[in-house]
């Protein structure tokens, strides 16, 4: 709980050469909530693809999301789907909750080194939420679920594979994320973790109880990456 309130100081991330940003409810607020439409989105296509009710395809998407990382990859393992076509559809959402953040472009771009997006979902997601943002020229490559051949975070072989891809120095990086389970691998290469919680604290401290897990891979919790960002540079 104590990491709640937690405050960086400069010379903890003197280091850090290498920036790596998880997308969504990171980049972005979670109250903005883009992933409710990629989540009907994703009930949709299961319904269409299985014939099934909505209410039934939703219990399957759930089961395969917590079998499998991510409802793609259930999907791909049970019934073949084709991944290009699901991310499209999936992703096929309205932008407009997103605002450009001018304070937290130039927050990102003093940051010294390189910056990377690594998401699991796909790069044109990706792209089209941090042009809205206006963040998106910002960063040196977008590490997708594409790239990571499907399997997503925390899997330690996409980390590998992200890592080995942009030779990483983990040594000198850190990594901002809104699931803690996202940050464990990060924490044992050696990276700075931060772990961003929703703005509406007492959502944010049910949130951290549900989550139940040891905390020692988190260095720091932050309700705003800007102001996070901004006392870094
Ligand atoms: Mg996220």
């Known amino acids: 709980m104590s990491k709640i309130t937690t405050a960086p100081t400069v010379t903890d991330f003197d280091h850090v050469r290498e920036w790596v940003f998880d997308l969504d409810n990171t980049l972005y607020p979670h109250h903005i909530n883009l992933f409710s439409q990629i989540d009907r989105n994703m009930t949709a ?14 219990v399957l998407q759930k089961q395969y999301y917590l079998e499998h990382g991510t409802t793609l990859q259930g999907l791909m393992i049970h ?27 130039a927050a990102i771009k003093a940051l010294p080194g390189r910056k990377f ?23 040196d490559d977008i590490f997708d679920i594409v790239a990571a051949d499907f399997v997503p975070k925390p899997a330690g072989s996409t980390y590998d594979k992200f890592m080995g891809l942009h030779r ?15 940050l464990q691998v990060p924490k044992a290469l050696g990276m700075r973790t931060v772990l961003l919680v929703p703005q509406n604290l007492e959502h944010a401290f049910e949130r951290w109880e549900i989550a139940g ?17 901004t006392k870094l540079i």
Do not use: C, W
């Open 45 to 58: 296509y299961v319904s269409a693809l299985l014939q099934m009710e909505p209410e039934e395809a939703r």
């Open 79 to 105: 019934h073949k789907v084709d991944p290009n076509d699901f991310l499209e559809k999936a992703h096929a959402i309205d932008y407009s909750a997103l605002m450009p953040q001018p304070e937290l472009a």
């Open 117 to 139: 997006i690594f998401t699991n979902g796909s790069v044109r997601h990706a792209q089209d939420t941090a042009r809205a943002l206006g963040i998106l020229d910002n960063f």
């Open 168 to 182: 990483v120095d983990t040594a000198h990086a850190a990594m901002f994320e809104d699931l803690p389970r996202n």
């Open 213 to 229: 897990e040891d905390d020692d891979h988190i260095d720091y919790v932050t309700q705003d990456l800007t102001a996070f960002l």
